[in-house]
């Protein structure tokens, strides 16, 4: 659905502001050396670059580089401060609104996103980043393995307090060890609302969710990286037994990454894996439900076995409907032609070799 004529409006006002802004951020630093390490570190122009290949274009050394990054973000924020480049400010005021409606803390790629969604581009994404760095009201998490880049409201915390709190959500997560909702996570935790559990997981890299469930990365259920995971989560999703073929549609209408596979790779998966048990044509459930492989013979010579008696053959019928999806008559064509069978009464049966 396309944005309301005053949405793509305030989309395209902020997208403004956001190119204005750092044009007015750049035009605050005199020096032409000073810019070309701005805009290169922080890709506000193209890719980012690292303080080496900022070095060697520049003919001065790493630390050289990095000492100057340091000094010119610090005129920069002072000048932001005291209210020499109003740009900053007006582009405060916009993520800070924003943040208050996302739990107060939002990975960039989020906050992109919810401020622009039709230019979410990773060159955007540098500018608000940063922007967001020379903004007094705001905190900014660098990218680094286990915390993705974001930016918080100040109020929420520095830098270290909130990525103990993400550390905090993972090991509750982690400690749990199973797949949790966010309201259920929330009830673990002491946060104001299940939006500020959401913006904490969000920005942890050790983290996947999947239909507003969230565990580990290595989890299956939340993480599923091949076609078997992938079918189990179907299943699981589903609750009760599925032909292969609707599996693999499932699966294509999923939001899960590489879900163009084939029908046949999948039907070849599920009889594979034990976990997923044939229990009609071409129609699977999950073992965990109390399925188990076998033929419908095997069905009914282990109900007979668990029974301290014989059954009719209608009691013998309702079980194995109960663990197989098969038609009627071909349990009692079983019954009638397997030599395992025996029958003692009227319509009523045993196994054979029971003394």
Do not use: C
Not at 25 to 37: F, H, K, T, V
Not at 135 to 141: D, F, N, W
Not at 198 to 225: C, I
């Amino acid at each position: 659905m396309s944005p309301a004529p005053n949405e793509k409006t305030t989309e395209l006002a902020v997208s403004t502001d956001i190119n204005s802004a750092i044009e007015s951020i750049l035009g605050a630093i005199d020096q032409e050396r000073e810019r070309e390490i701005i805009t290169r570190r922080f890709g506000l122009y193209d890719r980012k670059e690292t303080l080496e290949q900022i070095g060697e274009l520049l003919g001065i050394t790493r630390e050289r580089v990095r000492q100057l990054e340091k000094a010119i973000l610090i005129r920069l924020k002072i000048a932001g401060e005291d209210g020499k480049i109003p740009a900053i400010n007006t582009i405060e005021k916009q993520i800070v609104r924003e943040l208050s409606e996302m739990g107060r803390l939002a990975t960039v790629v989020d906050l992109t996103n919810a401020l622009i969604p039709e230019d979410s581009t990773p060159l955007t994404r540098a500018r608000i980043a940063f922007a967001a760095s020379l903004a007094p009201k705001l905190t900014v998490v660098d990218e680094n393995d286990n915390y993705k880049a974001a930016v918080a409201i100040a109020d929420y915390g520095n830098e270290k307090k909130i990525r103990e709190q993400v550390d905090k959500v993972v090991a509750t997560i982690k400690k749990g060890g199973v797949p949790v909702t966010i309201e259920q996570l929330h009830d673990q935790l002491d946060y104001e609302h299940p939006s500020n559990v959401r913006a904490l997981a969000s920005v942890s890299k050790h983290l996947s969710t999947l239909n507003d469930l969230w565990g580990l990365n290595k989890w299956p259920t939340v993480n599923p990286k091949n076609i078997r995971d992938k079918i189990y989560v179907i299943l699981a999703e589903n609750g009760k037994p599925m032909h292969f073929s609707e599996i693999a549609d499932n699966i294509k209408d999923s939001n899960f990454s590489r879900k163009n596979v084939t029908t046949q790779a999948i039907h070849n998966e599920l009889i594979k894996d034990k976990r997923f048990v044939l229990i009609g044509r071409g129609i699977y459930a999950l073992d965990s439900w109390g399925y188990s492989k076998g033929t419908v013979a095997d069905t009914i010579a282990g109900i007979l076995k668990k029974s301290s008696e014989p059954l009719h053959r209608d009691e013998i019928v309702k079980r194995v409907l109960k663990s197989r999806q098969v038609k009627e008559t071909t349990i009692l064509l079983n019954l009638q032609s397997k030599p395992q069978f025996k029958r003692v009464a009227k319509a009523t049966y045993t196994l054979a070799d029971n003394k």
